[in-house]
């Protein structure tokens, strides 16, 4: 199995979400699962193709330098479980 | 290379060095939204929604960041890339409210190119440019309000930073004070970066690496953030001598991410803030590739001012200054405009002497930047106008220049005002001349004797006499005639 | 005046006009059909107070006559549209009392050109989901029910509240987004019309995203028509998404000419796939049969990538949705659940928040864009994205349209899921490649499948050629003429 509990606590990890310990198993499973099925794409010949990112073939347009937006703490901050003085607050941070 | 080395118990070491600068680019709004760059805001109150990472919330980019890195990139004598893409690197962080951050991975919008960098001892030194691309740069956490908490504020969430990363090119800690230093002044020169380090307008990542002579690379650590030139002299030395005591110890250097702190004078391991760091950089999908033609890099090209490597060259051969003198002038792009200003009116090597000697001391004296000077360029200029022209010698100057910084008068309105104009009149000047050789018959005696060298105390008691008004060469020519006569 | 609740879109605004009803009576003849829904689970939240308030505009608006083109017409709004002041979940717990200060852009559209909002439509969450089980707010269910069969079906996702709504009469016709097939299969599963617009057509601006490069909003409604009036209100270019295309929105209704004469209409091959009942098959057919009848010309025409469609989306979606979903941390808003250190906080929330499947693809995303697998699985996935919408290219140098089943069965159970995802995520195989390659689609009902379900035929066509795509559509419902009515009706 490629994908294995391991490396799905690793995953879990770095997507920052915590997984219980007995749900580690199972995982593995459906996720080696999905992942197994995709490699058939090995069998797709993609020699000298570009990836395609995007389904628009323009290009980027630019926004003027304008402070059109912003100016308003209290919107931005509305939502937060626990904003504090139109602060975000997160459990204090040791760097 | 330099030929800077570290002692160390086994031998001499050498240091390499490579820099990443974040520059933040000067622009009235963020990188991909409307909201405002300024620096000191009330917490939030420079944030749209696209900031704060609202759901559905959008990134559209702002044309003047491109066209001030693209300037940057002409600066840096660096390669135009006309297509480049924006991709997202993900990690998690309480400053990060997208978890990721916009920013150009394998195609930066410039690639690379060099600088000549300006070394303390007059001499130059060219540092390759690896790439320049554009950025978001992070919120700001702040950890003393709250016993437990951290609170947040992403005013500067957003806001357009340039990447510059340089090659490790640097050897000393001197060389890589003075790439930063370059680096700020053509920055300010053109002005896509305000260069405010203490405002963190520009911050240092330096990668400082040891090894023995004529060995391969050794194992780097990365000092983050450092945001003064003075820090980053320091950084470097202390870093590179910890990582020779490591190794002489028997240890190896990691490859690692370290904090400064510049009031203990040592470097830390940050590896808490560091734990399992795979990017996943991907194309954003938000975003089109970023794309311009030839036509907009010559637009680009075409609003660039002199910049201070070819003002240097120009000064030396127009103004026959000398490398140091004119490296320190042009460091600044309003020291050398102040400095053009003042050379109109009189000599530039003299004009030179003025700037760099006498109103960078007060200056410094009175903690003012050039734009602060109470002396403007022009009235230094009159100033040296009037010694040029024999209307005040240069004892006097060096008095009324005083004066004018104190008080922000004009040099003619002084020496009118206090009658300091020179005494070129020979027939007044001969008068005192004759006073001083009839009242002194002894030393008069003493130089015909042959003591001339008491020409000197002559000179000075009919400057004294005249108020230091005379003429010094009149005073000295008259003296002569009557002394040796 | 026949019952408003089986009024189409055309007709009300022709009879809101003509004063024949009012926008008020309309929108109350909704309120209560809402109500009556309820057992379906379609809504997640019910406005029916500034429904009203809208209607009375509405009719002021009639009265003035400054009627717009969807002037007191009673929509739902799936649930990943951020309403201003209006809960908005995306059927996520992780979203808990979420309230955006700020209203899409396709919902600005619709409500600038009259529309009444009667509520947020049920989704699976984030999207993520071909059967609409995966919502926070509990699975919504299928009006249609199989014949001799009491059991309750999917109405197929994500878009499975919106398609319920509108096949039940709790709305006149609502918003969708499809992102791999999530407008079009529900429709197929509802027996309703559902158009997924080309890539750039509509903004994404204020929709909550899945995948980036793939979503695209779209109407679901009872006919093509209203699908043409609807995507009219909705489009537009918007300077606040850069994926958004600057060029004028066609009036889509009058593309509606019912004249398919000398259309050349592409049968791909791969979309015949093993084990697809006959009975859709056999709808396939009676589908190129009828559009031969109106003058269509009929291309056989090759996709050979079609099978690697699905799995390159299962790269590609979940990648940009691993990224998409960061933001939901627990700080700026919705759900927050505490923890000692911020990579607790962020841990708790997010395994508290989100469900199972949206963990799943995040962690399938995060896993496939992972230091040293990142050209193996995401690169090697757009590629494949590239030949798959070249395959599209070469197709229409041959043919304007192409006609395929819109999915491989019809409504399955509840109960009748499968266990594993990737028998689940083969729901979206005929409607996937569309999205890889940003062209539109749209689902028709055609027909019955043999225990009196709904089928749908899909008509694709090229990038901004909704019009082309709509004509064909409409020939096909006029041949149809697709008469059912699901078992449960709201009021
Ligand atoms: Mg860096
Ligand atoms: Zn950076």
Redesign the pocket.
Known sequence: MALDKETVAKVAHLARIKVPEDRLDSLAGELDGIVNWVEQLGEVDVEGVAPMTSAVETSLRWREDKVDDGGYPEKVTANAPDAQMNFYTTPKVVE | MSDYRLKGETGEWEVVIGL?V?AQVSSKAKLFSGAATAFGADPNAQVSLVDAAMPGMLPVINGECVRQAVRTGLALNAAINKQSVFARKNYFYADLPQGYQI?QYDQPVVGEGEVEVDLPDGTTKVVGIERLHL?QDAGKSMHDQHPKKSFIDLNRSGVA?M?IVSKPDMGSPEEAAAYVSTLRSILRYIGSCDGNMAEGSMRADVNVSVRKPGEALGTRAELKNINSVRFVRQAVEIEALRQIAVIEGGGTVDQETRLFDPSKGETRSMRNKEEAHDYRYFPDPDLLPLEFDDAFVEECRGTLPELPAEKKKRFMESYGLGAYDAAVLVADWEIANYFEEVAKHGDPKQAANWVTVELFGRLNKADKTILESPVSAASLGELLGLMADDTISGKIAKDVFDEMFETGKGAKEIVEAKGLKQITDSGEIEAIVDKVVADNPDQVEKYRGGKTGLIGWFVGQVMKASQGKANPKMVNDLLQKKLDG | MSDPLDLTIAEARDALRAKKISAVELTDAYIKAVEAARPLNCYITETAEQARARAEASDKRIADGKAGAMEGIPLGIKDLFCTEGVLTTAGSHILDGFKPPYESTVTRNLFDAGAVMLGKLNLDEFAMGSANLTSHYGPVKNPWKRRDDDKDLVPGGSSGGSAAAVAARACLAATGTDTGGSIRQPAAFTGITGLKPTYGRCSRWGIVAFASSLDQAGPMTRTVRDAAIMLGAMAGFDPKDSTSVDRPVPDYEAALTGDIKGLKVGVPKEYRVDGMPASIDRLWQQGIDWLKQQGAEIVDVSLPHTKYALPAYYIVAPAEASSNLARYDGVRYGLRVEGESLNELYENTRGEGFGEEVKRRVLIGTYVLSAGYYDAYYLKAQKVRSRIAEDFRKAYEQVDVLLTPATPSAAFGIDEEPSDPVQMYLNDVFTVPANLAGLPGISVPAGMDDQGLPLGLQILGRAFDEETVLRAAHALESAAGFTGRPQFRAG
């Open positions: 990443e974040h920013s950025e930073l990447e």
